[in-house]
RNA sequence: GCCGACGUAGCUCAGGGGUAGAGCGCUUCCUUGGUAAGGAAGAGGUCAUGGGUUCAAUUCCCAUCGUUGGCUCCA
């Protein structure tokens, strides 16, 4: 009798026949034993499988590695269960929730209990994971039913997986083990432990079980593991590089802004330079919006709380938010502004429209405030008072696609003059299941959500959805940009509202002479002035397009004897239209370059004898060093053609 | 808001129960120099704030404020 066989597709499509019951392993043997060593886990017919499974039918299978995403975080999820077990050889009777693999590495909550654990002790537990880890256990898999799994956790008092397993199915039940470790785990694992070579705890946090905030809060452990030690250095390394990035360090060095205790926390202080910058953003785009038929606006920071109680905002905000002023003898309130859209709403009713008059693009740079909880508030991309690049554009339900897809035009053509190329874009819809969270009604939602989903569809948008993520009153698209840490910060949004006009009231007259009702979308390319700098600073690194520097050029004399020729080209340039000045220092010209270099200004006009008598400067570019002597006239020529390849290249 | 860490000169940071240090920056003087740090002298701190313990607190404890890593939240 002969044995019997399973056909397996590899991923460049041959098959192979292999003896029934085979594991991904062995199959990564025959191929070569060298692929097998790093074997971490296989996609079997598209799920993620331990390496050691048996495969009984015919499957296509695909051989995971260090290399591949679901390799990677295979190899964190067992990493995690080798720092439980570490940490329950260290520290007996703790409680665990649950350890997931994250984006970079993984976590575990714990529950210490009465036991005490802090930083210091992260090095502790690292040392015993290393131990562990070279005792290669192998992680073994063992379905159970759903009631020995129960009384395993009641007998070590873990009430914790208790609760998960309340919510799990019999029959579908599964333990990993590894040495003297066993979790409740539906797997898959890598082989065994001696797959991980290095190991860094990074920080401890609290976490709320299930992120639940009345519930326990637990001990979330953060770590990160790799299969060499050397790539752990090099992770650690880039660690390093983007704390460099870092919008707030940046922030203070290039002195573009600050906080100040005084102010108060999340109100940022403009400085000159970030001034500079941040007028550049604004007429860069302020030029594009007049382009697309935009028209400026302007409303003021506050607003009778009676606006918003109509806009639904005070309703649904007006608790979590700044308390209400009031007028010292007639007892009036008024709010901070929150949102621009009420105030345009307002606009938009100065007159009766007609139906020739939309769309109608109304736009603010608006300065909102919000009360962000303290502890969320970080540099500029969270922060308690800032400036939205807000726009609304009130148009007729049959313009709503074609403008949708006209503000998705800007929002790439900001995004692209910026460089920023590596973006996601995200639907968000309303959560079905929870529709009170929201106002308006389902037909005004749907239409809204279709508008969306059509015009991304229609301009070839590559963008995933996201249920329950939707503002209260619309859908979204958001443009989501990282930062140097590669955290993903919401710049763009786009929303398109039907409830808001309607709590307003607007109206148009139609070219049948009846009164329709407008549809708003609010849109915001840059997100907020704040965030977007901050995020441009990481991306960046400070070393701003030539446009977008808020200090251009800096002029080195020499000595003192040619400040005044020195003077004379600054003016000159200023007259163009560039920023920039003099470094009128005691210091010899080695000394100013150096700080012009560190302080990333783009371009450095060295004068001296030579240049004076002939009316020249000799240029030297950040980053790239002498580009030789030019006469002025051609220095003038030469920094138009610089700025508009500035604005070009990122184009 | 919650949990943890941190708060010393303008900046970056060291120190530590007996009222403070470095480097950079700043001021003054010398130097007038050619493509990434010229030299010297000097000023500058209620050691975040308020309590407590102690003969004595910047140091230890508590609270507040701020920053920070997470959690929750995010119009």
Known sequence: MSEQKVNITLPDGTVKEYKKGISSYEIAISISE???????AAKVNGEVWDASRPIQN???????????????????????????????????????????????????????????????????????????????????????????????????????????????????ISFYKQGNFTDLCKGPHIPDTGFIKAAKLMNIAGAYWRGDETRKQLTRLYGVTFPKKKELDEYLTLLEEAKKRDHRKLGKELELFTFSEKVGQGLPLWLPRGTELREKLTNFLKKAQQKAGYVSVMTPHIGSKSL?????????????????????????????????????????????????????????????????????????????????????????????????????????????????????????????????????????????????????????????????????????????????????????????????????????VGSDNQKHRPVMIHRAPFGSMERFVAILLENTEGKFPLWLSPVQYIILPISEKYAEYANKVNEELMVKDFTGNVDHRDEKIGRKIRDAELSKIPYMFIVGEKESESGSVSIRKQGEGDLGTFELKDLFAYMQNELEKSLKSVR
Request: one cysteine or more; a negative charge; proline letters at 4%.
């Open 58 to 172: 015919d499957s296509n299978v695909q051989l995971l590695t260090w290399n591949d995403d679901q390799g990677k975080s295979t190899f964190w999820h067992s990493s995690a269960h080798l720092m439980a077990e570490a940490l329950e050889a260290l520290y007996p009777g703790i409680k665990f929730g649950i350890g997931p693999p994250v984006e970079t590495g993984f976590y575990y909550d714990v529950d210490f209990g009465s036991q005490v654990f802090n930083a210091e002790d992260l090095e502790k537990v690292e040392q015993k994971m290393l131990e562990l880890s070279r005792q290669k256990n192998a992680f073994i898999r063992e379905e159970v039913s759903k009631a020995d799994a129960i009384s395993y956790f009641e007998k070590k008092g873990d009430e914790y997986k208790l609760e998960l397993l309340a919510d799990l199915e019999d029959g579908s």
């Open 34 to 40: 060298g692929l097998a060593r790093n074997v971490l």
């Open 308 to 508: 918003y109680v109509t806009s639904g905002h005070y309703e649904k905000y007006g608790e979590d938010s700044f308390k209400p002023i009031r007028t010292p003898n007639e007892n009036e309130e008024f709010l901070l502004k929150p949102m621009n859209c009420p105030h345009h709403c307002e606009i938009y009713k100065f007159k009766p429209r007609s139906y020739k008059d939309l769309p109608l693009r109304l736009a603010e740079f608006g300065t909102v405030y919000r009360y962000e909880q303290s502890g969320e508030l970080h540099g500029l991309t969270r922060v308690r008072g800032f400036t939205q690049d807000d726009a609304h554009i009130f148009c007729r339900p049959d313009q709503v696609k074609e403008e949708f897809k006209k503000v998705i035009d800007l929002v790439l053509y900001v995004f692209e003059s910026l460089g920023f190329d590596d973006f996601i874009t995200q639907i968000s819809l309303r959560d079905p299941e929870n529709k009170q969270k929201y106002i308006g009604d389902d037909e005004a939602w749907d239409k809204a959500e279709t508008a969306i989903i059509e015009a991304t569809r229609e301009k070839g948008l590559k963008t995933k959805t996201e249920l329950g993520e939707a503002a209260f009153y619309g859908p979204k698209l958001d443009f989501m940009v990282k930062d140097a840490l590669k955290r993903s910060w919401q710049l763009g949004t786009i929303q398109v509202d039907y409830n808001l006009p309607k709590r307003f009231d607007l109206e148009y």
